[in-house]
Nanobody, 116 residues
């Protein structure tokens, strides 16, 4: 059974950092395209970052370039999102997504709140 479990969200002051984790089970993150999305209140869900399977090429939305880093630990079967220099505009629920064997799988989300 494929499962994704996010953790690491919380409340942080503007300029602070958080690291989100997405622990996967039922498949290997190295064989899947892994992504982080976020959804702020009243807004559509947007792609924040992703990492390709095998080669691990990363991509970011412009608003987080230079501040966020997506990575994976194949031994722990976990994907991370390191978020630095956070601003109130980064406040959202963050979701992990896996594209594996032509199917999409989503985690339950973790809340990130950045106070000014």
């Amino acid at each position: 059974q494929v499962q994704l479990a996010e953790s690491g969200g919380g409340v942080v002051q503007s300029g602070g950092s958080l690291r989100l984790s997405c622990a996967a089970s039922g498949f290997t993150v190295s064989s899947s395209r892994m992504s982080w999305y976020r959804q702020a209140p009243g807004k559509e869900r947007e792609l924040v970052a992703d990492i390709t399977r095998v080669t691990g090429i990363t991509k970011y939305v412009d608003s987080v370039k230079g501040r966020f880093t997506i990575s994976r630990d194949n031994a722990k079967n976990t994907v991370y999102l390191q978020m630095n220099s956070l601003t109130p505009e980064d406040t959202a629920v963050y979701y992990c997504k896996a594209l594996w064997s032509s199917y999409e799988y989503w985690g339950q989300g973790t809340q990130v709140t950045v106070s000014s």
